[in-house]
């Protein structure tokens, strides 16, 4: 005989069935979430921009907590902190472009700075800290154009606080030749020769020479690969014809043996003896010394990138190919050289 099959407790299988979370129950999860989402939005949103942008970014909202303090306000960590932004207004932000001006900084810093600031106020609004229409009007405030810039610096000039130059120093092609002649009879100066060759036949940013390795040149094919951080493109370029023949003497001379993934560019001493590396601020202070040696004031490794680009427009290379070659993401910077290398007369016709 079965057994006798217990009748069914009716409470019991409704406990059991899953049930759909009531209104109340999704809006507390809901918020939770938004909660969640708010913390880590500027940690993410920092998470993926490079080191140096990072470092750009603390240095542009370090400047507004200066201003903020400057009228008597203090905030949270800006960098972190969606809450530390709930009062900003248009009006705010504004008023922080004119500190700016008075206090002398350069106009690529004010607008670089205010660009920080819209990134920052509209994640701040996206996590529900900064009232959406704030953000839409912090958004509107504009910074300076070139024209408006000019002008400007023209008022400002005796209290203009970066030690950038506003101008970049113009290069003759002798000035350049002169520059990529460096004695090759010293260890100092075989390195020498090829740190302008690769600043002025190829334009390579200051940091991107830095970080060349041994194994960035191949001699055989005649190729050097590097990176470019700035817009995260690893490239190949082909030597020009000095290159080449600069660094087959630096590394047969100086750099014989080195493992690949030692640094290219060895730093001098005073004598002349290579040592150490040759980061950054090393390279920017031996492009000014090198430049007083052919007449040339405050010259920067920046000002020899301009003379790359304006040379190889001047040479008849479209502005795609200077876009690529100088590993820029977009035409915008392209196009500047090529407006100053044109010629405003070139096509008119005058009977003598």
Not at 25 to 51: G, I, N
Not at 103 to 130: C, D, M, S
Not at 154 to 173: M, N
Not at 229 to 237: A, G, R, S
């Amino acid at each position: 005989m079965d057994d006798a099959v217990e009748p069914v407790d009716q409470a019991q299988m409704t406990a059991l069935v899953p049930r759909e979370p009531t209104g109340a129950a999704l809006s507390q999860a809901a918020a939770a979430a938004d909660r969640a989402a708010s913390s880590a939005l500027f940690a993410e949103y920092r998470q993926q921009l490079a080191a140096r942008t990072r470092t750009a970014h603390d240095q542009d909202l370090a400047r507004c907590a200066l201003y903020l303090a400057d009228v008597g306000v203090s905030v949270g960590a800006l960098a972190v902190e969606p809450a530390a932004w709930a009062g900003f207004t248009w009006g705010l932000v504004e008023g922080f472009k004119r500190w700016m001006l008075r206090e002398g900084f350069a106009l690529a810093t004010l607008n670089r700075t205010l660009a920080t600031i819209k990134a920052y106020t509209r994640l701040a609004a996206q996590a529900g800290a900064l009232a959406a229409e704030q953000a839409t009007l912090i958004a509107a405030v504009k910074g300076y154009g070139r024209k408006q810039g000019r002008n400007l610096d023209a008022e400002r000039a005796k209290i203009r606080r970066s030690t950038k130059k506003a101008q970049a120093v113009r290069l003759s092609l002798a000035h350049a030749r002169a520059l990529k002649e460096q004695p090759t009879t010293t260890p100092q100066g075989r390195r020498d020769a090829l740190l302008m060759c690769l600043l002025l036949d190829h334009g390579l940013r200051v940091g991107e020479l830095a970080a060349l390795t041994v194994g960035s040149m191949d001699l055989d094919a005649g190729t050097l690969t590097f990176y470019r951080e700035k817009v995260d493109l690893t490239q190949i370029h082909l030597l020009s014809a000095a290159t080449l023949r600069t660094a087959l003497a630096y590394l047969r001379h100086d750099r014989a043996g080195a493992a690949t993934e030692e640094a290219l560019l060895l730093g001098s001493r005073r004598g002349g003896a290579l040592h150490g590396t040759l980061g950054v601020r090393s390279i920017q202070a031996r492009v000014q010394v090198l430049g007083v040696g052919v007449g040339l004031t405050r010259l920067s490794p920046h000002d020899l990138r301009h003379y790359w680009a304006s040379a190889v427009i001047a040479s008849g290379t479209d502005l795609l190919a200077l876009q690529e070659a100088g590993g820029w993401a977009s035409l915008a910077m392209p196009r500047r050289y090529v407006e100053r290398a044109k010629i405003a007369n070139e096509r008119v016709k005058l009977q003598t």
